[in-house]
């Protein structure tokens, strides 16, 4: 079986990645929190803005280090994409939570609860794919969840589908439905961009194979 | 002499296909504008372009990895397909949400709208067909130009189209219904900008 360490070892990419993936988690946990007990909305959103800066900080130090560090240029492509598109993932929940509280949502519609969970799960495994890439492993440790990653994504799209489905059909009040399309759209954007995360995890891993 | 993509002549191939495809999916969506009735079994079809132009995606990609390919033209490769993949996938999402909405009739403007994106696509099928030939460099440039304006004319035609929306009093939600079917059109059109700009910038580099 053939062993490789994906990440260049010169600087501490690892750790930063870590940081970044356990972030990601947590965004994920407390937009479930947040729709599941739908309360301290002003302090939540509060706690999930501190993590997109934690990971924006993460971020800027991993595309500095790519810059003085000795990495080949497509490994550093890779890994500036890789960082990126996890940023984007963590944006889109913290945008989506934010909305709910400026549009002064009194109780989020039932699809978010589904969604908000399959976003944990999704994160949760680009975390294991993460953390594989740091450390000896196989592969398929890593391309086991980035198929994973693509089917959640697939999961997700319908149950939003359902969801503006059933706002067009059931909302009478025009305002309501506009503030959910954008609400959705946010969603649909954070589930969007995990499956771009994954892409980027198996474009590293495919050139090593 | 030019070399604009790498050599292997599959690359080519590969984009050709998804550039038809790309248009085929567009000329549904035209097709649903004027034949409203068949409108869901036209949408299915539409997925279906979209499903298959999602694997040669895949396949891009796959080649792009397992190929000694420069890193420069690596990233355009890899930014033109998925920039080829986004229009589809906005096209897509305007057809669906017309059958999710349960849309009973296409509005004069989204039928000016699919007008100029169908012409967008089929600039794009010759533009992307040119890259083969390494002498046409002109001809990908005027294509671009050509997208460029249209991409102006969409997003006029947009503006005036959302415009229009807004004075429908009587019927709000079939506004905000239009309204985002139009933003999807308008997404495939700012994405037709996108690759224009991928393949100006690589005529360009490789001048």
Known sequence: ?????????????????????????????????????????????????????????ATNHICQ?????????????????????????LDY????????????????REETVELSALLVEATKTIQTGISALSHYRDIDCILGPCIAVNDIEHKCDEILRKALKRLMKEETKPLEIAKWQEIFDRLEIATDRCEDVANALESIVVKHA | MLRLVPRQESFFELFEKQARLLDEGAKYLMQIMEEFDHLEDLAFRLKVTEHDADEVVHEIIRKLNTTFVMPLDRKDIHALASALDDILEAIEAASDRMVLYEIQEPTESAVKLTRILVEATWLMVEAVGSLR????????????????????????TNRAAIAKLFQMDDK?????????????IETALDKCEDVADILEATVLKNA
């Open chain 1, 65 to 89: 280090r790519l810059n003085v560090s000795f990495v080949t240029p497509l490994d550093r492509e890779d890994i500036r994409l890789l960082a990126s598109t996890i940023d984007d993932v």
């Open chain 2, 133 to 156: 030939n390494l002498r046409q460099t002109e001809a990908i440039r005027e294509a671009c130009v050509a997208i460029n304006r249209l991409e102006n004319r969409g997003d006029q």
């Open chain 2, 172 to 184: 709000p939600i079939e506004a905000l219904k239009w309204r985002e079917i139009y933003n999807n």
């Open chain 1, 1 to 57: 079986m053939k062993r490789f360490r994906f990440m260049p070892t010169e600087e501490n990419f690892f750790e930063l990645f870590d940081e970044i993936a356990q972030a990601l988690v947590d965004a994920a946990v407390c937009l479930h929190d947040l729709v599941t007990n739908y309360q301290d909305i002003g302090h939540k959103c509060h706690v999930l803005r501190d993590m997109e800066k934690r990971v924006d900080i």
């Open chain 1, 93 to 108: 929940i913290e945008a989506s939570a934010d909305r709910m509280r400026l549009y002064g949502v009194e109780k989020p």
